[in-house]
Protein backbone atom coordinates (compact mmCIF):
# COMPACT_ATOMS: atom_id res chain seq x y z
CA UNK A 1 0.00 0.00 0.00
CA UNK A 2 1.56 3.17 -0.76
CA UNK A 3 1.90 6.22 1.47
CA UNK A 4 -1.29 8.24 -0.32
CA UNK A 5 -3.18 4.94 0.23
CA UNK A 6 -2.62 4.47 3.54
CA UNK A 7 -3.27 7.84 4.89
CA UNK A 8 -6.63 7.64 2.53
CA UNK A 9 -7.69 4.38 4.14
CA UNK A 10 -6.93 6.24 7.79
CA UNK A 11 -9.47 9.00 6.89
CA UNK A 12 -11.78 6.62 5.55
CA UNK A 13 -11.92 4.84 8.53
CA UNK A 14 -12.10 7.00 10.82
CA UNK A 15 -15.65 8.64 9.01
CA UNK A 16 -16.86 4.87 8.53
CA UNK A 17 -16.79 4.22 12.17
CA UNK A 18 -18.28 8.11 13.23
CA UNK A 19 -20.60 7.21 10.43
CA UNK A 20 -21.77 4.09 12.24
CA UNK A 21 -22.30 5.88 15.76
CA UNK A 22 -24.41 8.38 14.35
CA UNK A 23 -22.55 10.94 15.20
CA UNK A 24 -21.24 12.53 12.06
CA UNK A 25 -21.15 16.50 12.38
CA UNK A 26 -22.25 19.00 9.55
CA UNK A 27 -22.20 22.75 9.36
CA UNK A 28 -25.45 24.21 7.95
CA UNK A 29 -25.66 28.02 7.20
CA UNK A 30 -27.93 29.93 9.67
CA UNK A 31 -30.72 31.21 7.12
CA UNK A 32 -31.88 34.85 8.49
CA UNK A 33 -35.06 34.24 9.03
CA UNK A 34 -34.17 31.26 10.96
CA UNK A 35 -34.91 31.41 15.34
CA UNK A 36 -31.59 31.33 16.75
CA UNK A 37 -32.25 29.04 20.15
CA UNK A 38 -28.37 27.82 19.90
CA UNK A 39 -25.70 30.51 20.16
CA UNK A 40 -23.78 32.20 22.85
CA UNK A 41 -25.22 35.74 22.10
CA UNK A 42 -26.73 36.55 25.44
CA UNK A 43 -27.24 39.77 25.59
CA UNK A 44 -27.70 40.44 22.05
CA UNK A 45 -24.88 42.65 21.58
CA UNK A 46 -23.78 40.71 18.43
CA UNK A 47 -26.75 42.63 16.64
CA UNK A 48 -26.22 46.17 18.68
CA UNK A 49 -26.00 48.40 16.20
CA UNK A 50 -23.76 50.53 18.37
CA UNK A 51 -21.32 47.73 18.59
CA UNK A 52 -20.81 47.19 14.91
CA UNK A 53 -20.59 50.68 14.37
CA UNK A 54 -17.49 51.03 17.09
CA UNK A 55 -16.15 47.70 15.35
CA UNK A 56 -16.53 49.77 11.43
CA UNK A 57 -14.83 53.35 13.21
CA UNK A 58 -12.35 50.73 14.40
CA UNK A 59 -11.28 49.21 10.89
CA UNK A 60 -11.26 53.17 9.66
CA UNK A 61 -9.07 53.86 11.84
CA UNK A 62 -7.01 51.20 12.75
CA UNK A 63 -7.23 48.90 9.30
CA UNK A 64 -8.94 45.47 8.47
CA UNK A 65 -6.10 43.72 10.67
CA UNK A 66 -3.34 43.84 13.02
CA UNK A 67 -0.83 42.42 10.71
CA UNK A 68 1.56 41.07 13.36
CA UNK A 69 1.70 39.48 17.14
CA UNK A 70 1.18 41.61 19.60
CA UNK A 71 5.21 41.26 20.12
CA UNK A 72 5.78 42.39 17.19
CA UNK A 73 4.18 45.38 15.56
CA UNK A 74 0.42 43.97 16.16
CA UNK A 75 -0.48 45.83 19.28
CA UNK A 76 -2.06 49.01 19.47
CA UNK A 77 -3.09 51.19 21.61
CA UNK A 78 -6.55 50.16 21.64
CA UNK A 79 -5.46 46.60 22.96
CA UNK A 80 -3.82 48.57 26.02
CA UNK A 81 -7.25 50.72 26.36
CA UNK A 82 -9.08 46.87 26.37
CA UNK A 83 -6.47 45.03 28.42
CA UNK A 84 -7.05 47.60 31.08
CA UNK A 85 -10.44 47.88 31.07
CA UNK A 86 -11.00 44.29 31.60
CA UNK A 87 -8.28 44.51 34.46
CA UNK A 88 -10.58 46.74 35.79
CA UNK A 89 -13.83 45.22 35.27
CA UNK A 90 -12.63 41.77 36.79
CA UNK A 91 -10.77 43.40 39.60
CA UNK A 92 -7.68 42.26 38.26
CA UNK A 93 -3.86 43.93 37.99
CA UNK A 94 -3.58 43.20 34.12
CA UNK A 95 -5.18 41.71 31.66
CA UNK A 96 -3.53 39.91 28.35
CA UNK A 97 -5.87 39.23 24.94
CA UNK A 98 -6.11 36.04 23.23
CA UNK A 99 -7.61 35.67 19.70
CA UNK A 100 -9.69 32.85 21.14
CA UNK A 101 -10.75 30.86 23.91
CA UNK A 102 -9.42 27.88 23.37
CA UNK A 103 -5.94 29.61 22.17
CA UNK A 104 -6.40 31.47 26.20
CA UNK A 105 -6.55 28.21 28.09
CA UNK A 106 -4.02 26.03 25.78
CA UNK A 107 -1.58 28.79 26.10
CA UNK A 108 -1.89 29.24 30.09
CA UNK A 109 -1.69 25.73 30.92
CA UNK A 110 1.10 25.54 28.28
CA UNK A 111 3.50 28.24 30.12
CA UNK A 112 2.57 27.93 33.96
CA UNK A 113 2.61 23.82 34.08
CA UNK A 114 5.08 21.08 33.26
CA UNK A 115 5.80 17.46 34.19
CA UNK A 116 6.23 18.49 37.88
CA UNK A 117 2.64 19.91 37.85
CA UNK A 118 -0.13 18.22 39.45
CA UNK A 119 -3.35 19.46 37.72
CA UNK A 120 -7.02 18.85 39.42
CA UNK A 121 -9.83 19.33 36.65
CA UNK A 122 -13.80 19.13 37.34
CA UNK A 123 -15.18 16.07 35.43
CA UNK A 124 -17.16 18.38 32.84
CA UNK A 125 -13.99 21.12 32.06
CA UNK A 126 -14.18 22.40 28.59
CA UNK A 127 -12.42 20.55 25.78
CA UNK A 128 -9.63 23.37 25.77
CA UNK A 129 -8.94 22.92 29.69
CA UNK A 130 -8.78 19.29 28.97
CA UNK A 131 -6.78 19.63 26.21
CA UNK A 132 -4.41 22.54 27.85
CA UNK A 133 -3.63 19.59 30.40
CA UNK A 134 -2.54 17.31 28.02
CA UNK A 135 -0.31 19.38 26.08
CA UNK A 136 1.71 20.75 29.16
CA UNK A 137 2.92 17.71 30.00
CA UNK A 138 1.47 17.84 33.65
CA UNK A 139 0.22 15.02 35.99
CA UNK A 140 -3.87 15.58 35.44
CA UNK A 141 -6.65 14.41 37.53
CA UNK A 142 -10.25 15.03 37.11
CA UNK A 143 -12.56 15.17 40.18
CA UNK A 144 -16.23 14.67 40.44
CA UNK A 145 -18.74 17.14 38.81
CA UNK A 146 -18.65 19.96 41.73
CA UNK A 147 -17.72 17.51 43.82
CA UNK A 148 -15.74 19.18 46.63
CA UNK A 149 -15.22 16.17 48.83
CA UNK A 150 -13.42 13.94 46.15
CA UNK A 151 -11.12 17.75 44.99
CA UNK A 152 -10.21 17.31 48.48
CA UNK A 153 -9.20 13.39 48.72
CA UNK A 154 -7.54 13.66 45.39
CA UNK A 155 -5.19 16.89 46.70
CA UNK A 156 -4.36 15.31 49.73
CA UNK A 157 -2.98 12.62 48.37
CA UNK A 158 -0.37 14.83 46.30
CA UNK A 159 3.15 15.75 46.94
CA UNK A 160 3.72 18.10 44.51
CA UNK A 161 4.72 21.51 45.25
CA UNK A 162 2.47 23.22 42.29
CA UNK A 163 -1.04 22.23 42.20
CA UNK A 164 -3.49 23.83 40.26
CA UNK A 165 -6.95 23.24 40.47
CA UNK A 166 -9.65 23.99 37.36
CA UNK A 167 -13.03 24.79 37.08
CA UNK A 168 -15.32 26.27 34.61
CA UNK A 169 -17.34 28.92 35.77
CA UNK A 170 -20.75 28.48 34.29
CA UNK A 171 -20.63 24.75 32.51
CA UNK A 172 -21.30 25.19 28.85
CA UNK A 173 -23.39 21.99 28.26
CA UNK A 174 -25.32 22.52 31.66
CA UNK A 175 -25.77 25.62 32.82
CA UNK A 176 -24.26 24.34 36.33
CA UNK A 177 -22.49 27.01 38.10
CA UNK A 178 -19.52 26.19 39.57
CA UNK A 179 -19.46 26.89 43.80
CA UNK A 180 -16.33 29.51 43.50
CA UNK A 181 -16.48 29.79 47.12
CA UNK A 182 -15.66 26.19 48.07
CA UNK A 183 -13.44 25.73 45.14
CA UNK A 184 -11.33 29.06 47.03
CA UNK A 185 -11.38 27.41 50.31
CA UNK A 186 -10.35 23.86 49.28
CA UNK A 187 -7.71 24.99 46.72
CA UNK A 188 -6.12 27.37 49.45
CA UNK A 189 -6.39 24.93 52.37
CA UNK A 190 -4.21 22.52 49.97
CA UNK A 191 -1.69 25.54 48.83
CA UNK A 192 -3.08 24.96 45.34
CA UNK A 193 -3.64 28.22 42.91
CA UNK A 194 -7.21 28.19 41.23
CA UNK A 195 -8.07 28.90 37.75
CA UNK A 196 -11.75 29.70 36.52
CA UNK A 197 -12.75 29.88 32.94
CA UNK A 198 -15.44 31.86 33.43
CA UNK A 199 -16.51 32.15 29.86
CA UNK A 200 -20.06 32.03 30.04
CA UNK A 201 -20.42 33.80 33.07
CA UNK A 202 -18.96 37.14 32.48
CA UNK A 203 -21.27 39.52 31.13
CA UNK A 204 -24.56 37.63 32.43
CA UNK A 205 -23.30 37.06 36.17
CA UNK A 206 -22.50 38.73 39.19
CA UNK A 207 -22.35 42.69 39.98
CA UNK A 208 -22.19 45.02 36.54
CA UNK A 209 -22.39 41.73 34.82
CA UNK A 210 -18.30 40.40 36.31
CA UNK A 211 -19.39 37.14 36.31
CA UNK A 212 -19.07 34.23 38.61
CA UNK A 213 -15.67 35.77 39.71
CA UNK A 214 -15.98 39.00 38.91
CA UNK A 215 -14.50 41.45 41.81
CA UNK A 216 -16.06 39.72 44.67
CA UNK A 217 -12.82 37.21 44.76
CA UNK A 218 -9.36 38.70 44.83
CA UNK A 219 -6.39 37.16 42.88
CA UNK A 220 -5.10 35.71 46.20
CA UNK A 221 -8.22 33.92 45.78
CA UNK A 222 -8.52 33.39 41.80
CA UNK A 223 -5.55 34.07 41.04
CA UNK A 224 -6.31 32.60 37.12
CA UNK A 225 -9.42 34.08 35.46
CA UNK A 226 -10.54 33.30 31.98
CA UNK A 227 -13.32 35.16 29.81
CA UNK A 228 -14.16 35.47 26.67
CA UNK A 229 -15.21 38.03 24.41
CA UNK A 230 -17.42 36.15 21.89
CA UNK A 231 -20.17 34.91 24.44
CA UNK A 232 -21.92 37.66 26.00
CA UNK A 233 -20.27 40.87 24.87
CA UNK A 234 -20.98 39.73 21.39
CA UNK A 235 -17.56 40.17 19.83
CA UNK A 236 -14.25 37.54 20.15
CA UNK A 237 -11.63 36.71 21.38
CA UNK A 238 -10.57 36.02 24.79
CA UNK A 239 -8.47 37.53 27.84
CA UNK A 240 -6.76 36.38 30.95
CA UNK A 241 -7.01 38.44 33.57
CA UNK A 242 -4.94 38.63 37.25
CA UNK A 243 -1.72 39.66 38.58
CA UNK A 244 0.72 41.08 37.30
CA UNK A 245 3.77 38.66 37.96
CA UNK A 246 0.86 36.41 36.04
CA UNK A 247 0.09 38.21 33.20
CA UNK A 248 4.12 39.07 32.26
CA UNK A 249 4.64 34.97 32.35
CA UNK A 250 2.44 34.56 29.55
CA UNK A 251 3.96 37.20 27.82
CA UNK A 252 6.79 35.67 28.15
CA UNK A 253 6.27 31.80 27.84
CA UNK A 254 2.74 31.09 26.30
CA UNK A 255 2.95 30.61 22.26
CA UNK A 256 -0.41 30.63 21.34
CA UNK A 257 0.23 34.23 22.36
CA UNK A 258 3.44 34.83 20.95
CA UNK A 259 3.14 33.27 17.89
CA UNK A 260 -0.20 34.24 16.59
CA UNK A 261 -1.41 37.53 14.81
CA UNK A 262 -2.97 40.03 17.34
CA UNK A 263 -6.65 40.35 17.76
CA UNK A 264 -7.64 42.66 14.87
CA UNK A 265 -7.93 46.35 16.20
CA UNK A 266 -11.66 46.75 14.88
CA UNK A 267 -12.39 43.70 17.40
CA UNK A 268 -11.00 45.40 20.60
CA UNK A 269 -13.01 48.40 19.52
CA UNK A 270 -16.26 46.77 19.29
CA UNK A 271 -15.56 45.51 22.55
CA UNK A 272 -14.77 48.51 24.38
CA UNK A 273 -18.27 49.64 23.23
CA UNK A 274 -19.99 46.36 24.15
CA UNK A 275 -18.09 46.08 28.05
CA UNK A 276 -18.93 49.96 28.31
CA UNK A 277 -23.31 48.90 27.48
CA UNK A 278 -22.79 45.98 30.02
CA UNK A 279 -21.74 48.08 32.51
CA UNK A 280 -23.73 50.70 31.93
CA UNK A 281 -26.92 49.06 31.10
CA UNK A 282 -28.33 46.35 33.38
CA UNK A 283 -31.13 46.44 31.90
CA UNK A 284 -29.74 43.85 29.15
CA UNK A 285 -29.51 41.27 32.12
CA UNK A 286 -32.77 41.54 33.47
CA UNK A 287 -34.82 41.02 30.47
CA UNK A 288 -32.07 37.76 29.71
CA UNK A 289 -32.80 37.02 33.46
CA UNK A 290 -37.10 37.47 32.74
CA UNK A 291 -36.49 35.43 29.64
CA UNK A 292 -34.50 32.92 31.74
CA UNK A 293 -37.78 32.19 34.24
CA UNK A 294 -40.51 32.50 31.69
CA UNK A 295 -39.27 29.70 29.69
CA UNK A 296 -38.38 27.58 32.32
CA UNK A 297 -41.97 28.57 33.79
CA UNK A 298 -43.42 27.17 30.59
CA UNK A 299 -41.38 24.34 29.86
CA UNK A 300 -41.18 22.34 33.16
CA UNK A 301 -45.45 23.36 32.92
CA UNK A 302 -45.29 21.20 29.48
CA UNK A 303 -43.31 18.35 31.17
CA UNK A 304 -39.90 18.69 30.03
CA UNK A 305 -37.21 17.25 31.69
CA UNK A 306 -34.88 20.44 31.88
CA UNK A 307 -31.91 20.21 33.94
CA UNK A 308 -31.13 22.79 36.91
CA UNK A 309 -29.94 25.85 35.57
CA UNK A 310 -30.40 29.50 36.13
CA UNK A 311 -28.12 30.41 33.35
CA UNK A 312 -29.03 31.12 29.66
CA UNK A 313 -27.90 27.65 29.01
CA UNK A 314 -30.84 25.49 29.16
CA UNK A 315 -30.24 21.57 28.60
CA UNK A 316 -33.41 19.36 27.30
CA UNK A 317 -32.03 16.05 28.58
CA UNK A 318 -33.97 13.62 25.82
CA UNK A 319 -30.94 10.77 26.79
CA UNK A 320 -30.69 9.00 22.86
CA UNK A 321 -28.94 10.12 20.12
CA UNK A 322 -31.73 9.61 17.72
CA UNK A 323 -34.12 10.58 19.73
CA UNK A 324 -32.16 14.17 19.87
CA UNK A 325 -31.33 14.56 16.12
CA UNK A 326 -35.20 13.89 15.42
CA UNK A 327 -36.37 16.36 17.62
CA UNK A 328 -33.84 18.96 16.08
CA UNK A 329 -34.77 18.57 12.36
CA UNK A 330 -38.39 18.61 13.64
CA UNK A 331 -37.40 22.33 14.93
CA UNK A 332 -35.18 23.01 11.99
CA UNK A 333 -38.57 22.50 9.57
CA UNK A 334 -40.11 25.10 11.98
CA UNK A 335 -37.28 27.33 11.06
CA UNK A 336 -36.11 26.82 14.96
CA UNK A 337 -32.39 26.26 15.15
CA UNK A 338 -31.44 24.69 18.80
CA UNK A 339 -27.96 22.59 19.21
CA UNK A 340 -28.32 18.76 19.59
CA UNK A 341 -25.65 17.87 22.07
CA UNK A 342 -24.29 14.12 21.60
CA UNK A 343 -21.42 12.26 22.88
CA UNK A 344 -18.40 12.66 22.94
CA UNK A 345 -19.46 15.90 23.50
CA UNK A 346 -21.31 15.16 26.92
CA UNK A 347 -21.62 11.42 28.37
CA UNK A 348 -23.12 8.58 26.87
CA UNK A 349 -26.58 8.67 27.44
CA UNK A 350 -26.80 12.51 28.33
CA UNK A 351 -27.54 13.34 24.42
CA UNK A 352 -29.58 16.65 24.71
CA UNK A 353 -30.68 19.77 22.70
CA UNK A 354 -28.55 22.78 24.14
CA UNK A 355 -31.45 25.69 24.59
CA UNK A 356 -29.92 29.03 25.02
CA UNK A 357 -31.66 32.38 25.62
CA UNK A 358 -31.03 35.44 25.08
CA UNK A 359 -31.88 38.98 25.79
CA UNK A 360 -32.78 39.72 21.88
CA UNK A 361 -35.54 36.98 22.37
CA UNK A 362 -39.54 38.54 23.08
CA UNK A 363 -41.80 35.95 24.58
CA UNK A 364 -43.08 35.33 21.23
CA UNK A 365 -40.51 34.05 20.08
CA UNK A 366 -40.12 31.67 23.26
CA UNK A 367 -43.51 30.74 22.96
CA UNK A 368 -42.88 29.89 19.33
CA UNK A 369 -40.07 27.58 20.58
CA UNK A 370 -42.24 25.74 23.17
CA UNK A 371 -45.18 25.11 21.29
CA UNK A 372 -42.29 23.43 18.42
CA UNK A 373 -40.93 21.23 21.53
CA UNK A 374 -44.65 20.73 22.64
CA UNK A 375 -45.13 19.33 18.85
CA UNK A 376 -41.95 17.40 19.40
CA UNK A 377 -43.95 15.64 22.31
CA UNK A 378 -46.84 15.27 20.68
CA UNK A 379 -45.08 13.36 17.68
CA UNK A 380 -43.61 10.65 20.17
CA UNK A 381 -47.05 10.19 20.96
CA UNK A 382 -48.49 9.45 18.06
Known amino acids: MSVLDAWQQRLDDARTDRLRQHRWRTRQALARDTLDFAGNDYLGLAHDPRVSEAQAEGARRFGAGAGASHLVSGHLDVHDALEEALASWTGRQRALLFSTGYMANIGVLQALADSHTAIFQDRLNHASLLDGATLSGARSRRYHHRNMNDLENLLKRSDSVHKLVISDGVFSMDGHIADIGALVTVSQRHNAWLMIDDAHGVGILGDAGGGCVGSAWRSDDVPILVGTLGKALGTAGAFVAGDAALIDHLTQFSRSYIYTTAQPPAIA ?8 IVQKEPEHRAHLNANIAYFRHEALHLGLSLSDSSTPIQP ?39 ITLSARHQHED ?13 QESL
Open 316 to 354: LILADESRTLRWAAQLREQGIHVGAIRPPTVPKGEARLR
Open 366 to 378: IDRLLAALHYCQQ
Open 269 to 276: NATLKALE
